[in-house]
């Protein structure tokens, strides 16, 4: 079967770095987004990834290895409105969308 | 309006009701979707609608029936449902359905549903 597997819950520190992990075994590989959801709110796109290697913008930074079935997500300079669900989401082979359970992220002044 | 306007944002419901969830997209996009969002659960596509056809129906029951007028508009027509269907539904819409590159999702806020 095709499964996403992401932290359910991760807690980090104002103005620190926080990195959410995301592994994935799925039917091909046609690119893996990252998608950002405060509490009663929509999700957001925050990034795309197709070739490996790391896509920064601004203080967000997503990280992708095809080979490893890996990626990661990485925050710099935490504020407290990145208090947030980041989700995971991979498109197979038929250009079906695969999505994580999510990462509650934390964030502690 | 701009984005994806989903309504009512909350709706309680018995089991013997029938409600309709509306979705609005000024996207000029040609793809929409459904999802079902369960606490500490993946996201679970319902069905998608691509130039108002249905393309996938993800073996959702029949108790929730979908509709596309036209590619701006989606409903959720919903009867006889049952507790386990309490989930925030999200609906969705995208430049297409398929091919490469990144066919980028926006989402609505979504309709709480919670069924007594």
């Known amino acids: 079967g095709q499964n996403i597997d992401q932290p359910t819950e991760m807690t980090a520190t104002e103005g620190a770095i926080v990195q959410i992990n995301c592994t994935y075994q799925?039917?091909?590989?046609?690119?893996l987004f990252w998608y950002q959801q405060h509490a009663g709110e929509a999700p957001t796109f925050l990034s795309y990834?197709?070739l490996d290697g790391l896509e920064e913008k601004g203080r967000f930074s997503s990280f992708l290895s095809r080979s490893k079935g890996y990626s990661y997500l990485l925050l710099k300079e935490l504020q407290m409105k990145d208090s947030a669900s980041y989700l995971c989401?991979?498109?197979?082979?038929?250009?079906?969308?695969?999505w994580g359970a999510g990462t509650k992220l934390i964030i502690k002044p | 309006e701009t984005g994806v306007t989903q309504t009512p944002r909350h709706l309680v419901m018995g089991m013997t009701n029938k409600k309709s969830l509306k979705c609005e997209q000024h996207?000029?996009?040609?793809?929409m979707y459904w999802y079902k969002q369960s606490a500490k659960k993946p996201l679970e596509l319902m069905f998608v609608?691509?130039?108002?056809?249905?393309?996938e129906n993800n073996s959702v029951p029949s108790r929730f029936s979908p509709e596309c007028p036209n590619s701006s508009h989606l409903f959720l027509h919903l009867h006889t449902l049952q507790p386990e269907d309490s989930a925030l539904y999200l609906c969705?819409?995208?430049?297409?359905?398929?091919?490469?590159?990144?066919?980028?999702?926006?989402f609505g806020a979504g309709s709480r549903l919670t069924v007594l």
């Open positions: 969705a819409s995208s430049p297409r359905t398929s091919g490469g590159g990144a066919n980028v999702l926006t």
């Open positions: 996207l000029g996009h040609n793809a």
């Open positions: 799925t039917s091909g590989f046609n690119g």
């Open positions: 609608y691509n130039f108002k056809e249905q393309t």
């Open positions: 990834n197709v």
């Open positions: 989401a991979v498109t197979d082979s038929n250009y079906q969308l695969i």
